[in-house]
């Protein structure tokens, strides 16, 4: 159910409702401080019905009760009296303005408003009513009504446009533990069952091959703790309010170390200074980075990888490229939606960048191009 709050005024029925209150408050005044004939008198209860009919049934249009309103005030006004009646042409000019749905019908409702003390002056003799600052006050209120009704349509476009745009940052929030998730996780994880997989396999012929193993599968646990941690007090470092660390590119020389370590022929080329990659640049890349060593240790662990980066003229390039014997997985593994690459491209295109990933001749490549823009300078 929609609440009243979120379809704003434009569409609640508050308003409208108090508009009869109006027309019969205008017509207890004339009766009070302009006596006439009864038959005149009962003339001014008909425009309250009318609006009464059409603010609480909302299947009646107001073109159908205009002339309801209309007529009555102007015969009213035939003997020169009951002149406070005349705001029913104001109200009328209001609400064609606030409530007709389309330019057209509020600018006839307000024609018909307009001509209500024109044909006052026609039906008096002498004229009692100063017409001309009827038609000016009738005009005004009708520019009022479209102004409100202007301004409701924009609030209500306005809340429309919140809701969307939360959305959308509820959804890109969860891409982005995703793409967490499985770099902190998924690749802890990975490296994990290799080592312990490794193991058990040499565990009966070579102890000694087995703990080495079993060491590494060790560290690699423990390297993934730290990046989970560190990416649970990045996310709740607003609440904790402290600022959280993330890695930069000058620790992807850490990270090739690592890759190295744990088996996979690695070389890493750098040209530029990285500690003048902007930090928000230097995540994206350390973590492209970490996505394609880990690529190429599950599916090219026999091969020979290249991670280049290179800094210059406003951008940063980062290639790496594996040439050697690539594993095939099974076709199962194979239609497995790949995570990683789609972490990557969003990663390079939130930051405006380009992103490719594709097989080579010999081998795989992954290269990614972003701009830079030197935080330091600003």
Not at 146 to 151: K, P
Request: hydrophobic residues 50%; neutral net charge.
């Amino acid at each position: 159910m929609i609440g009243r709050s979120d379809r704003g005024w434009f569409e609640t029925d508050d308003l409208r409702r108090v508009l009869p209150f109006f027309s019969l408050a205008f017509g207890l005044v004339a009766a009070i401080t302009q006596p006439s004939s009864a038959a005149d008198i009962a003339l001014t209860a008909v425009p309250v019905i009318a609006w009464s009919l059409w603010a609480f049934s909302p299947s009646v249009p107001l073109a159908a009760v205009s002339i309801a309103i209309v007529v009555p005030v102007v015969v009213a006004q035939r003997s020169g009296q009951l002149e406070p009646v005349m705001f029913n042409a104001c109200l009328l000019a209001f609400a064609a303005a606030r409530w007709s749905r389309s330019l057209s019908a509020a600018a006839a409702l307000g024609l018909l408003a307009v001509a209500t003390p024109i044909l006052v002056a026609l039906v008096q003799d002498p004229m009692e009513v100063a017409g001309g600052i009827w038609v000016v006050a009738i005009v005004f209120i009708w520019a009022v009504g479209r102004a409100v009704a202007r301004q409701e349509r924009l609030v209500v476009e306005l809340e429309g446009t919140r809701r969307r745009l939360a959305r959308q940052a509820l959804f890109d929030e969860r891409r982005r533990v995703a793409r967490d998730v499985h770099d902190f996780v998924g690749h802890g994880l990975a490296a994990v069952m290799l080592e312990v997989t490794s193991a058990r396999h040499v565990l009966r012929r070579d102890a000694d091959a087995a703990e080495e193993a079993l060491r590494s599968a060790e560290d690699v646990g423990r390297r993934s703790m730290q990046e989970l941690r560190r990416t649970v007090t990045l996310l709740r470092s607003d609440e904790a309010g402290v600022a959280a660390s993330v890695p930069t590119a000058s620790e992807i020389p850490a990270l090739v170390d690592q890759a190295r370590a744990g088996g996979l022929a690695v070389e890493l080329h750098t040209r530029g200074d990285l500690s003048r990659i902007p930090p928000s640049v230097g995540l994206a890349l350390y973590r492209i980075a970490q996505e394609a060593l880990a690529n190429a240790a599950r599916h090219a662990p026999r091969a020979r990888t290249m991670l280049g980066l290179e800094l210059g003229h406003g951008r940063v390039a980062l290639l790496a490229e594996s040439s050697g014997p690539v594993v095939t997985g099974t076709p199962s593994e194979r239609e497995l939606p790949h995570y990683g690459l789609i972490g990557m491209q969003e990663r390079a295109t939130a930051l405006g960048g380009e992103f490719a990933a594709g097989p080579t001749g010999d081998g795989w490549r992954v290269r990614c191009e972003l701009p830079v823009e030197d935080e330091r300078s600003r």
